[in-house]
């Protein structure tokens, strides 16, 4: 800010009448600061949202798992007792990853509330079953198309995904129900809807699931690099195309387990294309070899 010109220097200073006050009125919904002016001390800032998929406390988390609502991970203080041990048995006979955390994570996690030592995470669809999504496509008269994400982390990732998969007509998804995004918030809003159409499976052993695949009569294809070229490959039939995790690709104990490996030919400078990317080609290539047969 310029410095001001002083009015009080010089010997005959004389103290200026000070004009009426002019009231400003501050424009329909500013801030004070956006006004001109520093908001009052201790004013607490807007809260933003609260995440609804986020429950705390011992007994609504106990009523939600025994009521069956879907929960991703259960977070609870180390060394908790009573009732927390019991929501520990519960989550373990249901499947729910319980993961063990110091106090101030809580803390930060819901400030300002009583966690009583634990919180949980709610998926914001349910899930399904592994056989249910290929009840599905058999009753739709169609041989499965399923898309199996290993350890997929980016949330936008795997909305993309759920929106490719349904634009394609793909029957499902299954993701490790360790290691890997799951259906939050975020991932709702990335699919635009799809979410509400595509049905997701949590396989506690992805190795496990793919034995499992091969014995109801599905190809497994892994999308990864040195493979053959996805538009010369048979897409056709019963199949189940394995997306690699960011950064990682496709596990080798996945890759092992595949049929055949297909690949997407680059030209460009960069070597490999984003998850979702990867995984909307190939399922349009697929979908368009479907309609040809």
């Not at 399923?146 to 990732?157: S, Y």
């Not at 799809?194 to 294809?221: F, H, M, Q, T």
Request: hydrophobic residues 40%; contains cysteine.
């Amino acid at each position: 800010m310029p410095k001001r010109d002083n009015p009080r220097t010089g010997p005959k200073y004389e103290k200026p009448e000070r004009p009426a006050a002019k009231r400003r009125t501050a424009s329909k919904g500013a801030s004070p600061a956006a006004n001109g002016r520093p908001a009052p001390a201790g004013r607490a800032p807007a809260r933003s949202e609260e995440n609804p998929n986020l429950l705390i406390g011992r007994n609504p988390i106990s009523e939600a798992i025994k009521a069956g609502r879907p929960i991703d991970k259960i977070l609870m203080q180390k060394e908790a007792e009573g009732s927390a041990r019991v929501i520990a048995g519960l989550a373990r006979d249901n499947g729910i990853p319980v993961q063990y955390v110091d106090k101030l994570v809580l803390d930060k996690l819901a400030p300002g509330k009583s966690h009583q030592g634990i919180a949980a995470y709610a998926a914001a669809h349910k899930y399904v079953g592994v056989e249910d999504i290929l009840a599905a496509a058999k009753a739709r008269g169609e041989d499965p198309l399923v898309v199996v994400l290993d350890e997929l982390e980016d949330p936008h990732n795997l909305g993309a995904i759920l929106r490719s998969a349904d634009a394609a007509g793909a029957h499902g998804i299954i993701i490790p129900s360790r290691r890997s995004v799951t259906l939050t918030e975020t991932v709702a809003k990335a699919s635009a809807g799809a979410i509400e159409y595509v049905p997701v499976a949590k396989a506690g052993n992805l190795s496990r699931c793919i034995d499992l695949l091969k014995s109801k009569g599905l190809w497994i294809a892994a999308v990864d690099m040195d493979g053959t070229d996805f538009g010369t490959s048979d897409l056709k039939g019963p199949l189940a195309l394995i997306i690699g995790g960011e950064g990682h690709g496709v596990s080798k104990n996945l890759r092992d387990k595949s049929d055949y490996i297909v690949s997407i030919p680059m030209h460009g400078h960069v070597n490999s294309l984003n998850a979702s990317n990867a995984a909307a080609i190939v399922l349009f290539e697929a979908a368009r070899q479907r309609r040809q047969k």
